[in-house]
C-alpha cells in the first residue's frame, strides 16, 4: 500500500508545481551612456534656422560646439537667429564680412556657460561670449528684463529672448527674432582724426622778418650813397689830372 501512495503523491506534487506562479525578480537594465548631444539637430528640428545652421557649419562653430558640450564642465548657451531675423538684415550685410569677422559673429551668439532664462537676469553685464577676444574685441551682451522677460542687447541692435528650443544642463538654446550685431563689428566707428594744423611762425620770427624786411631799404639806400660818393671822388680826381696837365 506505501509503494502505491509514494509514486501518487510525487506525481500530485509535480502537477501542482506545473500551474503554481513563480514570481521573479525582475532588474531593470541599466541605462546606456547618453550619445552626443546634436545641435544643429535641435534647430533643424524646431525649423525657421536653415541660415543659422549653414552659418555654424560653414564656419565650423558646429563642430567646435559639440566638443566643447562633451567636454565642458560649464555647458553653453546659444541665441540662435530666426530666418525672419536674417532676412530683415540690410542686403549683403553678411557679403561684407570676411570668414574670419563671419566666424566672430556666429560665436558672438554662443556664451560659455549654461544659463536659464531667470540666471540671465542675475548676471553681471557685459557677459562674455565665445567671440570675446576675437581680433582684440570685448564682444559682450547685456542682459535686462523681470520676471520670464529677458531682453538682450549688443550695443546695436536689441531683441527679446523668446522660445527656448532647449533648457536642460549642459545646453540650452533660445531662440531670437535679431540678429544680434557685435559692436566690434557693427558699431559707429571713430572719425579719422584731422591733420594737424599747418605750423604758424613763432613771434620772434615776425619780428626778426619785419626787422629785416624794415630794415631793408636803409642799407639800399645807403648802398646808393656810398655808390655815389664814389663815383664823384673818381671825377673830381679825373679833372684835377686834366688841369694839372693843362697849366704844367
Given at each position: 500500500m506505501a509503494a502505491l501512495i509514494l509514486p501518487t503523491l510525487t506525481a500530485a506534487f509535480s502537477f501542482l508545481l506545473l500551474f503554481t506562479p513563480t514570481t521573479q525578480a525582475q532588474t531593470a537594465p541599466a541605462p546606456g551612456p547618453a550619445g552626443p548631444l546634436n545641435f544643429t539637430g535641435i534647430l533643424d528640428?524646431?525649423?525657421?534656422?536653415?541660415?543659422?545652421?549653414?552659418?555654424?557649419?560653414?564656419?565650423?562653430?558646429?563642430?567646435?560646439?559639440?566638443?566643447?558640450?562633451?567636454?565642458?564642465?560649464e555647458g553653453l548657451t546659444v541665441f540662435a537667429p530666426t530666418d525672419n531675423a536674417f532676412t530683415s538684415l540690410k542686403a549683403g550685410t553678411l557679403n561684407t564680412?570676411?570668414?574670419?569677422?563671419?566666424?566672430?559673429?556666429?560665436?558672438?551668439?554662443?556664451?560659455?556657460?549654461?544659463?536659464?532664462?531667470?540666471?540671465?537676469?542675475?548676471?553681471?553685464?557685459?557677459?562674455r561670449t565665445q567671440a570675446t577676444g576675437q581680433d582684440g574685441g570685448a564682444y559682450g551682451l547685456n542682459f535686462t528684463g523681470s520676471g520670464n522677460q529677458v531682453n538682450v542687447s549688443s550695443g546695436v541692435v536689441e531683441t527679446q529672448i523668446n522660445n527656448a528650443l532647449r533648457q536642460q544642463f549642459p545646453l540650452a538654446v533660445y531662440q531670437v527674432d535679431k540678429v544680434l550685431l557685435?559692436?566690434?563689428?557693427?558699431?559707429?566707428?571713430?572719425?579719422?582724426?584731422?591733420?594737424?594744423?599747418?605750423?604758424?611762425?613763432?613771434?620772434?620770427?615776425?619780428?626778426?622778418?619785419?626787422t629785416k624786411t624794415a630794415s631793408s631799404p636803409d642799407n639800399s639806400e645807403a648802398g646808393?650813397?656810398?655808390?655815389?660818393a664814389s663815383f664823384m671822388g673818381l671825377v673830381f680826381g679825373m679833372m684835377g689830372l686834366l688841369f694839372i696837365g693843362i697849366f704844367s
Amino acid at each position: 500500500m506505501a509503494a502505491l501512495i509514494l509514486p501518487t503523491l510525487t506525481a500530485a506534487f509535480s502537477f501542482l508545481l506545473l500551474f503554481t506562479p513563480t514570481t521573479q525578480a525582475q532588474t531593470a537594465p541599466a541605462p546606456g551612456p547618453a550619445g552626443p548631444l546634436n545641435f544643429t539637430g535641435i534647430l533643424d528640428k524646431n525649423g525657421q534656422y536653415t541660415t543659422f545652421i549653414r552659418l555654424l557649419i560653414q564656419t565650423q562653430v558646429a563642430s567646435q560646439i559639440t566638443n566643447q558640450l562633451n567636454s565642458s564642465s560649464e555647458g553653453l548657451t546659444v541665441f540662435a537667429p530666426t530666418d525672419n531675423a536674417f532676412t530683415s538684415l540690410k542686403a549683403g550685410t553678411l557679403n561684407t564680412l570676411t570668414t574670419q569677422q563671419q566666424v566672430a559673429l556666429v560665436l558672438y551668439h554662443v556664451l560659455p556657460k549654461y544659463y536659464t532664462i531667470t540666471s540671465l537676469l542675475t548676471v553681471s553685464n557685459p557677459v562674455r561670449t565665445q567671440a570675446t577676444g576675437q581680433d582684440g574685441g570685448a564682444y559682450g551682451l547685456n542682459f535686462t528684463g523681470s520676471g520670464n522677460q529677458v531682453n538682450v542687447s549688443s550695443g546695436v541692435v536689441e531683441t527679446q529672448i523668446n522660445n527656448a528650443l532647449r533648457q536642460q544642463f549642459p545646453l540650452a538654446v533660445y531662440q531670437v527674432d535679431k540678429v544680434l550685431l557685435p559692436n566690434d563689428l557693427f558699431g559707429a566707428k571713430a572719425p579719422a582724426s584731422a591733420p594737424p594744423p599747418a605750423k604758424t611762425p613763432s613771434s620772434g620770427s615776425s619780428n626778426e622778418t619785419a626787422t629785416k624786411t624794415a630794415s631793408s631799404p636803409d642799407n639800399s639806400e645807403a648802398g646808393s650813397i656810398k655808390s655815389n660818393a664814389s663815383f664823384m671822388g673818381l671825377v673830381f680826381g679825373m679833372m684835377g689830372l686834366l688841369f694839372i696837365g693843362i697849366f704844367s
